[in-house]
């Protein structure tokens, strides 16, 4: 069985380009034919992933693997790293900027929505050095040809 | 019923992806807070919002909306219009706000 390998370098410091890597890997399981539900499970997680990146630890790189069973994301960063995973992943938890929470993100979803859509959620973190979230998404009955 | 039934029973104005204007509209979510959004609004969902930047784009394709509606006649700017067209979403805008919109959708629905 292939596997897919994709790259992005994502840019912390431009907020307007927030979520094109998610709508990029969209567009490729759209195109491979996965099943549609693990399409948007993968979108969603990979998005707040992605957005994390950006508010909180201006940018990062992504990598993912699609198989025809599997969807794996990495999610690496050099930021600040999270002091406290669990309150993190408290529904409603944020420590996002007013200016940032004016633009409609900031709700605590970002980490509760991860867990919700993935299968696998891995979260490895050190404050002052960075995290590494690796997300794996299970894909059903699939007929995509890789 | 389709965008276009939509948008012309309640008077709704296209911004943008008038030519996507015979997609399904199958339901209605309501909400400004993009996270919320995106993990709880239906594929074929109506998104009612006043959250008009280019970042409700992402989350309209991300999550399949059939089309944004701005309330109150709530901006949409020129980075967001762009970014639609280039993605094919259809954003109407409403001169009432959520709540009468929401309420004369669910009438529509039955």
Known sequence: ?146 | MTVKELATKLDLHFLCGEEQADRPVTGCYCGDLLSWVMSRAKEGDAWLTVMGNINSVGVAVLADIACIVLTENAPFDLPALERARQNRVVVLQAQKNTYEIAAAIANLFG
């Open chain 1, 1 to 146: 069985m292939s596997i897919l390998k994709l790259h992005y370098d994502i840019d912390g410091s431009d907020f307007t380009r927030a979520g094109e890597a998610s709508g990029k890997v969209k567009r490729v399981l759209k195109k491979l034919g996965l099943d549609a539900e693990a399409i948007r499970n993968v979108s969603i997680a990979m998005y707040e992933g992605e957005i994390n990146m950006v508010i909180h630890a201006g940018g990062g790189e992504i990598d993912v693997e699609i198989s025809s069973e599997l969807v794996t994301i990495v999610l690496t960063d050099h930021g600040p790293g999270i002091e406290d995973v669990s309150l993190a992943m408290k529904e409603g938890y944020s420590t996002a900027t007013d200016n940032i929470r004016s633009l409609g993100f900031g709700a605590g979803m970002g980490l509760p929505n991860i867990k919700k859509y993935a299968n696998e959620v891995a979260i490895d973190t050190k404050v002052g050095v960075g995290t590494t979230i690796t997300i794996k998404i299970y894909v059903p009955d699939c007929s995509a040809e890789l």
